[in-house]
């Protein structure tokens, strides 16, 4: 509001009416709280956006830990129902994937098929009939209920669980198929210790006879498609044992056979059309009293009388023979190892211990994924198909349990450490995240893809920083303003050039003319520092009176005209050099020399690509720092006596050297986030490698690569997810670090 001596001296000079100046006041002071509010509207506005950016950034953070979280829990496994079990003691039991009904084996020779729901019997049949039944067991992966009779055969009965709907509903049947009959023991003594399968060549059995006599029975049956005449073959071989044997299994394809004796050794025969081969024996400790094999027939859980759980494989050794070897151990159970069943769908099984206590756990991953104690002590065990289901049978029981078990592949070991896999000769870092055969192991080391992410940001930070930082400091105290004018911003529509059309331009165009006259790149990286030097002392030998006719900064053309010169001259010497150098060939000499192959979509093209891409963003912001520089730095210095490139170096470079370092840090981070031109530039391999010669995969692009055909709510799509989560980690942290130095360089050289 307007004071009455201004209202007074209103009225004396303009000769106004009080009330007129009265209005002009009351318009005044209305302005001028409009101006208030609508400062404090803005404001509002600037602070509610800064807010909603950081609030929006958390949402993303939280987020992506929601859908990580699920990761590192284990599994839940789930009393449902416990039901009486007719019958003598249950050897060997399979289940359907719906959980609906389970078939047991007992000592009786009998089989009974069970509804879970209501435990009734639902089904039955006799399997030895007056024999007698001596041992039972499940091949793994399969639904075969096989035993070992007293007289000297091993029965094989295929389990088939018909489904249907009825009302809408699916239902179950279950079917007992024909029993397939092998003979292995012609003296009809009891098969105590069996192997039994049914592979792609018909059914086979194998058994110790004797102390001393292995015997391998492969029965071939063939319909002839015209006249549907069935023909059945038998082959039989046999070689000396070792030891005696207390168990025997057989691989799915029927190649190999693994036992094992009572004094604690595992014995490996290898299987062929010949026969059975030599075997191998090694030592594993305490008596094996348990023995199955995982998905796919490569992975051997081992049980013994001490608690102990092992894996073991077939590996290489360094001459390329194989070996049965010890891979990894877990925490040992109190009582004697009792039973194993493996699951059908991945690395994982079940062990219960002669005390009644079982756990689940999963060999890649090395873990323990849940441990307990069943309501009995168990003879048999059964894991669902579909991995959500377990079954215990003994002393008269079946006991039925849910198992949610949905990310068993994950430990930290898995994600970033070395993990030794299936046909390896030893631990690794591998990402391979899906394979043709459903028998394959997930392989989700993160490890590779962090290397690769350093590895590409590396590459392209050593070309991209020297460029942007020489140039913006070239610009902003050399180069004549006019050209500035010209430069400045085609330098920084560089920066709007999408990185798909980099990324295409790399793969596409560039990789190939890279490989052709590589040798021409290494005569660049020599040459244009020498042709910079010749360029600068070529201006200077020019008489002043010349240079005094051209604006400053202009010799920038000369430059620019010598260096294109040589760039022309260093591709039309590439063959020569080549051939007088590399013998004619760049890529078989650095094989043949160095052991490196060169791929034509390598490190060096993703480094000249992201380094395109990069330079625009660290040259303004640097150009931004140099120019900042108070002026009255850079007149006293020269005013003192010292040149410009002394007074660059001294007094602008370390004034500007916060920003110059927070450019450097925004280059970083926009390397580490690239996705399209890694993407197209590389192979996308990931390896471990910091040869330039050779891709690599980030986690951006692995990503990019990965995340359309993970399912969601797997352990794919969650791990993908722990990558960005990474990614977002990386970004925080270096950012913070680059603003603590940036604070710390200011603080510095503020007194300059």
């Known amino acids: 509001m307007a004071s009455a001596r201004d209202i007074a001296s209103a009225l004396s000079d303009g000769g106004a009416t009080p009330s007129a100046a009265s209005a002009s006041a009351v318009a005044e002071a209305r302005r001028a709280r409009r101006r208030v509010w609508r400062d404090r509207l803005a404001t509002g506005v600037v602070r509610a956006g800064g807010f909603g950016i950081i609030a929006t950034i958390l949402a993303i953070l939280v987020f992506i830990v929601a859908e990580v979280l699920p990761m590192l829990g284990g599994a839940d496994v789930t009393l449902s129902r416990t039901d009486a079990l007719p019958g003598a003691p249950v050897g060997a039991m399979v289940a359907d994937e719906l959980g609906t009904h389970v078939a047991a084996l007992d000592d009786g020779g009998r089989v009974r098929v069970v509804r879970v729901a209501d435990g009734q019997v639902v089904a039955e049949r006799d399997l030895t009939g007056d024999a007698g039944l001596a041992a039972a067991q499940v091949p793994a992966g399969t639904n075969l209920l096989t035993g070992g009779t007293e007289d000297g055969r091993v029965l094989l009965l295929p389990v088939r669980w018909d489904a249907g709907y009825t009302d ?15 003979d292995v023991d012609p003296a009809r003594r009891p098969v105590l210790v069996y192997a039994a399968g049914l592979g792609p060549g018909g059914a086979a059995a194998a058994a110790q006879i004797g102390d001393d006599t292995l015997v391998v029975v492969r029965q071939t049956r063939q319909e002839n498609q015209f006249t549907g005449e069935v023909t059945e073959a038998q082959e039989r071989f046999s070689a000396a044992v070792p030891a005696r044997l207390s168990r025997l299994v057989f691989d799915q394809q029927q190649r190999n056979l693994f036992g094992a004796d009572a004094a604690g050794n595992l014995v490996w025969w290898p299987l062929s059309a010949a026969g059975i081969g030599a075997p191998q024996v090694v030592a594993a400790g305490p008596a094996i009293t348990a023995l199955s094999l995982l998905l796919g027939g490569r992975s051997l859980v081992v049980g013994q009388a001490d608690g102990a759980l092992s894996v073991w494989f077939v590996t290489p050794r360094e001459d390329g023979s194989p070996q049965l070897a010890r891979v990894r151990d877990f925490p040992r159970r109190a ?3 009792a039973a194993i069943a493996p699951s059908q769908r991945d690395k994982g099984f079940l062990a219960a211990d002669a005390q009644g206590g079982f756990g689940l756990y999963y060999s890649t991953s090395n873990r323990t994924l849940w441990s307990g104690a069943a309501p009995f002590h168990a003879s048999a065990l059964a894991f669902g198909p579909r991995g959500n289901a377990a079954y ?26 070395r993990v030794w896999y299936e046909g390896y000769s030893q631990p690794e870092f591998v990402w391979q995240s899906s394979s043709g055969s459903d028998d394959f192991e997930p392989k989700l080391s993160l490890t590779p893809l962090l290397f690769g992410t350093l590895k590409g940001t590396v590459y392209s930070l050593l070309i991209a920083i020297p460029l942007a930082v020489f140039g913006a400091m070239y610009l902003s105290q050399f180069m004549h303003p006019r050209l500035k004018t010209v430069v400045k911003p085609a330098v920084e529509i560089m920066a709007a050039l999408p990185s798909v059309v980099l990324g295409f331009l790399a793969g596409l165009w560039l990789a190939p003319r890279v490989q052709r006259f590589f040798p021409a790149l290494l005569v660049m990286m020599v040459a244009f520092p020498i042709i910079s030097l010749l360029a600068g002392l070529a201006w200077n030998a020019l008489p002043r009176r010349w240079r005094g006719r051209l604006p400053v900064g202009t010799e920038i053309v000369a430059f620019v005209v010598f260096l294109a010169g040589g760039l022309w001259g260093a591709v039309a010497i590439s063959p020569a050099v080549e051939g007088a150098v590399f013998g004619g060939n ?16 390598n490190a060096i093209i993703v480094g000249l690509a992201m380094g395109f891409a990069v330079i625009p963003i660290i040259f303004a912001i640097a150009e931004d720092a140099f120019s900042n520089v108070p002026r009255d730095l850079v007149s006293g210095s020269l005013a ?9 170096t001294r007094i602008v470079l370390p004034t500007a050297s916060p920003g110059i370092f927070s450019a450097i840090m925004v280059g970083f981070g926009r390397a580490v986030g690239e996705t399209m031109i890694v993407l197209m530039a590389t192979g ?30 797997g352990t794919l799509f969650r791990v993908l997810f722990l990558a960005a989560l990474l990614l977002f980690v990386v970004t925080f942290v270096v950012n913070t670090a680059a603003e603590l130095v940036r604070q710390r360089l200011r603080r510095r050289y503020a007194q300059l």
Do not use: K, M
């Open 168 to 182: 809408g509903q699916r239902v179950v049947t279950p079917a007992l198929g024909d029993v397939v009959a092998l």
């Open 684 to 713: 996308n391999t990931p390896i471990l490698d910091w040869s330039p010669f050779n891709g690599f995969r980030t986690l951006s692009a692995n990503i990019a690569v990965e995340i359309p055909e993970a399912p969601v709510n």
């Open 335 to 337: 009582a004697p190892i």
């Open 392 to 417: 215990l049978a003994g002393d008269g029981r079946l006991a039925a349990y849910a198992v949610d078990n949905p990310h068993p592949e994950v430990s930290f070991e898995a994600l970033f450490g």
């Open 640 to 648: 003192l006596g010292a040149n410009r490139w002394q007074t660059v």
């Open 586 to 601: 760049f890529q078989a000499w650095l094989l043949a020399v160095t052991g490196f192959t060169y791929d034509q979509r």
